[in-house]
């Protein structure tokens, strides 16, 4: 008999971290992860079983397929905006066809053992493309479906992967003789920035809030490569892992779509600066504005409305802005570095 167990995509980046942990916190050791790398010592502990390898690899896949009956996956692994910028096209393999592959993966994981496999999306604001900052103040908290013109690669791949996980979950091989769809429960998230106390994140664009604070409690001056009043939607790492579990525990009956954006709040870069400086008050935080990643910040709404994934599967981030800050972010990262 295969043992039924949870997936995880990219299991040691940001999310990953956070999301092992809560898991295996509630009582779910049936965990399998893929990473390029190996996983820290004290999360390869928590879990079944560690690949080492790239979701693009098909012989992985067909082994975990043969040996595991997944019911659940978070597929974690992509490569961020700034950095699918300078690899588009391997940015596009990852993001783009290893998807597709872990959605087939799921498709006949479903078909093997009979039962839906929730498949758990993290997609992104970078979804979202608005024109210039006029447009930007004027459209406010957006919805899902308003201004879907994404203009990075990560951006184009999140949007369209959305769309692969709706034609899985709903139209798959609509033409043949039998239905096959409904194998495949597809539920995707747009993330705001995430801040993580416990990594710092790399080869992403909204990278400039978080590295304000680790640079700050490490003691290291941080030139942020935005101007001061950009503004974007963010969430700390543990709030964004509850959303994540929420939203795989959710009855797929409440689900009335299957993308959501969330979010918590929404300073500019000089707030995120104040509350840093209130934490660590020598951290020296000056701006030197990165022309071309401000443009890809500045395509990404300043809020989004989440009012479906409040109602629909009752998303409550524990911690606002200034609560993320004082009760997370401060007190954790000081430990983290504390020599
Ligand atoms: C990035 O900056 O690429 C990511 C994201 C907003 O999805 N953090």
Known sequence: MRKHVTLITGAGGEIGHGLIERLTADGDSAIITIDLQPLEQRLASR????????????????????????????????????????????????????????????????????????????????????????????????????WNHPTTMYGCNKLYCEHLGRYFARHYKQLAAESLSGKVDFRAIRFPGLISAVTVPSGGTSDFAPEMVHAAARGESNACFV????????????????????????????????????????????????????????????????????????????????SAARSDWGLAPRYDLEGGFADYLIPRIRDLYRT
Do not use: C
Not at 258 to 274: K, L, W
């Open 47 to 146: 879990v079944e079983k560690e690949y080492q390898g790239s979701i693009l690899e098909t012989h992985l896949l067909e082994r975990i397929l043969s040996e595991y009956e997944v019911e659940r996956i978070y597929h974690l692994a992509a490569i961020l905006s700034t950095r699918a910028e300078f690899t588009p096209v391997t940015g596009h393999q990852v993001n783009v066809e290893g998807t597709l592959k872990l959605l087939d993966f799921a498709q006949a994981q479903g078909e093997s053992h009979g039962r839906a496999v929730v498949f758990l999306y993290p997609s992104s604001i970078a979804a979202y493309g608005l024109p210039d900052l006029e447009t930007k103040a004027a459209a406010g908290a957006v919805r899902e479906y308003e």
């Open 227 to 306: 101007r001061p009043d950009t503004r974007i939607p963010f969430m700390v790492m543990p709030d964004a892992v509850d959303a994540l579990v929420g939203l795989a525990k959710a009855e797929s009956s409440m689900l009335g779509r299957s993308v959501y954006n969330i979010t918590a709040f929404n300073p500019s870069a000089e707030e995120i600066r104040s509350l840093v400086l209130e934490g660590f008050p020598d951290a020296d935080i000056t701006f030197d504005p990165d022309l071309k990643r401000q443009a890809i910040v500045d395509s990404w709404p300043s809020d989004v409305d989440d």
